[in-house]
């Protein structure tokens, strides 16, 4: 009767290890996946602050091109704006000499 309760628990004891077996390797397989996840989730954090680098290199470089963009803008503009008054001044002499040149021709036809 004793020998019976003996093999009995122990095969009780049999099944339940070998559960506890297939749950471990459940565990073991899914804490696997779980460290490969991690890994690559790493690596796709590592690639995503590389290109947040990048980025922020290339938002400074665009910026300084920007600033110099502008400060040629400037220039251009003044160029222009005495380029304008050149002009003006030349057309106002061109003017003042086409009307000399008229009161001349105007008294060669008066002699």
């Known amino acids: 009767d004793d020998l019976y309760k003996a093999e009995s628990n122990s095969d009780t004891y049999e099944a339940k290890l070998k559960e ?10 899914i804490l696997k996946k779980m460290e490969a ?7 796709r954090e590592e690639k995503l602050e590389e290109n947040i680098r990048v980025l922020e290199q290339t938002k400074s470089e ?4 920007a ?13 222009i704006l005495k380029l304008e008054t050149d002009l003006e001044k030349e057309q106002e002499a061109h003017n003042s ?5 008229a009161a001349v021709n105007a008294e060669i036809d008066d002699i």
């Open 37 to 43: 996840a991690e890994g690559l989730q790493s690596e």
């Open 97 to 101: 000499t086409k009307d000399a040149l």
């Open 62 to 65: 665009l910026s300084i091109r």
């Open 67 to 79: 600033e110099n963009a502008e400060r040629q803008i400037q220039v251009l503009e003044e160029n």
């Open 20 to 29: 506890l077996e297939i749950e471990v390797k459940s565990i073991n397989n």
